[in-house]
């Protein structure tokens, strides 16, 4: 597996990491933990270097997972998790309550480090901005977490561009994360030019477009009550079925390169930037060989303005979040 480092910093990982969230949380019932460790396991074997997680998925347990899998490890892997969210004090959904405090903040990470039974935290980003906190005190306290050796680098999620600049200014922001793909370009308008320019790495999560972008879904699919996507209006039955155009683009192309659709989406993304990182997150043994296998997958020039004229000329149908959830990104 190659190597890229997340922007100017020294945080070098595999050009793939894994996305680990959908094994405890969000994509259905959470999948066997044995099976889960080993997983990890296998992805470690194939070269895989970065481990993603929040203290939120579970919540808690994904962060337990990780710990146990990759403590054995601990030297060849860098993880990240994230900050932000607390319990809802009226008993409702823990994603509806923002809190990035600077004491609440160290709090998380004393008891992530314990979760992942390790004493140094590789990235820890802002979940999403607290419009409560301003943005200055939020990196301030990262960077006291970083000076006392419990964390290494500073990471924001879904940030606008004005937030990355000020938490910039104050503590070295190594990576943003937020989603792209091929169905989701809105970061190509601003965040990317910017973090190119203050030399910030990406790492687009949901790069198959939570599923899509490989195929295995389309109009007919039935997502348990506990899927995130059954509730999202991009994964309504009516908006699979125009968005079926994209995955269509993608089986083209893959058939000329001898790939699957999975694997040119992915490339599509390694091909974008040298500091971009996708992590694409599965529970299958065969789609993580699938998805590793995109790194040997070579888009040629011409390869990529194909895919960009012809996506382009694709409307994709449906917002990628509900309402409440939209209004948590971009700030």
Not at 86 to 113: F, M, Y
Not at 156 to 180: C, D, F, M, N
Request: charged share 25%.
């Amino acid at each position: 597996m190659q190597k890229r480092k997340l922007g100017k910093s020294d945080l070098e990982v595999s050009a793939l990491g894994l996305g680990c969230m959908g094994m405890s949380f969000g994509f259905g019932p959470p999948a066997d933990r044995k099976e889960m460790i080993a997983l990890i396991r296998t992805a470690i074997e194939r070269g895989v270097t970065f481990f993603d997680t929040a203290e939120v998925y579970g919540p808690f347990t994904n962060e337990e997972l990780l710990g146990e899998a990759l403590a054995p490890f601990r030297d060849r892997v860098k993880i990240a998790t994230k900050f932000g969210f607390a319990p809802d004090p009226n008993g409702g959904s823990r994603w509806s309550v923002l809190n990035s405090r600077p004491e609440h903040i160290k709090d998380v990470a004393e008891a992530s480090l314990k979760r992942l039974k390790t004493d140094v935290i590789d990235l820890f980003y802002q979940h999403r901005v607290d419009t409560n906190v301003p943005i200055e005190d939020v990196a301030g306290a990262v960077k006291d977490l970083i000076q006392q050796g419990k964390v290494k680098h500073f990471g924001l999620s879904e940030p606008g561009v004005q937030t990355i600049r000020r938490a910039h200014k104050v503590q070295p922001v190594t990576a943003v994360q937020s989603e792209y793909s091929l169905w989701w370009r809105k970061p190509e308008e601003e965040v990317l030019p910017a973090l190119e320019e203050l030399g910030i790495g990406f790492v687009p999560f949901s790069p198959l477009g939570k599923g899509f972008l490989t195929g295995a879904i389309n109009e007919n699919t039935k997502f348990d009550s506990t899927d995130f996507r059954s509730m999202v209006p991009r994964f309504s039955p009516e908006a699979r079925k125009v968005n079926q155009a994209m995955v269509d683009l993608l089986v083209d192309v893959a058939k000329r390169k001898k790939a699957t659709p999975a694997q040119i989406a992915l490339a599509w993304l390694l091909a974008q930037k040298p500091w971009i990182v996708p992590i694409p997150g599965t529970t299958k043994l065969h789609r993580l060989e699938e998805n590793l296998g995109a790194a040997s997958v070579e888009l040629t020039p011409s390869d990529l303005v194909e895919i960009d004229r012809a996506s382009s000329a694709i409307k994709v149908e449906g917002a990628r979040y509900p309402e409440q959830f939209e209004k948590l990104v971009g700030r």
